[in-house]
């Protein structure tokens, strides 16, 4: 094996992370507002937006991630919505700031139905007391959401939260497909570049072992903490 074009082609797995990082973060945080909503919907007593929830979460589940990024990037073009361009931006980024938005929209739409289940599992595990206690006390059941149930469910699934994390920033290389550079991207361009097939994706693989592997950990010491604490 030969990697000698890395001392010429390792700034671009350097964009190509950075940019990875950038969009899972996006992502996440776009899926952790979209998955609390739906979690709250689904655990609710409105049925209307229980059935609604619940519809979201069994169709982002059962389509592929592929798919559903083809109908955000092309599917909104052909019905005239495209993500506006920002050029500054883009430059400092250096990434189209549409395409990019695409990517994020799509990754956020789609870890929102899995954040969902991790938030719905976590609300359920509190104890019903808490909230029979709460509602004596004069609690609405908004309110007893907000300040007895929800604080306790987002201590209870922070660990899964940054699991999730850790799978975003994997499945994030699908949106090489329309031309995102993130890593998987670059490590495309080095191949085509240098027509080595096989030594720029062990390069990319190792890069995106480097990005996971440390954050794992991070989050089984963190999650021993808690336990500790309990």
């Known amino acids: 094996m030969n990697f000698s074009f890395l001392a010429k082609y390792w700034p671009y797995y350097l964009i190509g992370a950075k940019n990875t990082i950038l969009l899972a973060l996006f992502a996440v945080v776009i899926g952790v507002l979209i998955g609390m909503l739906l979690a709250i919907c689904r655990v609710g007593k409105n049925r209307p937006l229980q059935f609604l929830a619940t519809a979201y979460v069994e169709f982002i589940r059962g389509t592929p991630l592929l798919v559903q990024l083809f109908i955000i990037y092309y599917g909104l073009q052909t019905v005239g919505i495209r993500f506006p361009d920002v050029p500054v931006i883009s ?13 994020v929209i ?16 976590g609300i359920q595990s509190i104890d019903k007391g808490q909230s029979e206690a709460s509602r004596s006390l004069g609690l609405s059941y908004p309110k007893t959401l907000l300040y007895i ?27 090489s497909i329309i031309g995102i550079a993130d890593l998987m991207y670059k490590a495309n361009t080095v191949r085509g570049n240098t027509f080595q097939p096989f030594e720029p994706l062990l390069i990319a693989a190792l890069v995106y072992f480097a990005l996971t592997f440390p ?16």
């Open 149 to 175: 149930i929800i604080p306790q469910a987002v201590r209870n699934v922070l660990p899964t939260l940054g699991n999730e994390f850790v799978v975003v920033i994997k499945e994030s290389s699908i949106v």
């Open 215 to 230: 954050l794992s950990k991070l989050l089984a010491r963190i999650e021993r903490r808690m336990k500790t604490h309990d």
């Open 106 to 121: 799509t990754m956020g739409i789609n870890s929102g139905a899995y954040v969902c289940e991790i938030f719905r599992s």
């Open 91 to 103: 430059k400092v980024l250096g990434i189209n700031f549409a395409d990019f938005m695409a990517g």
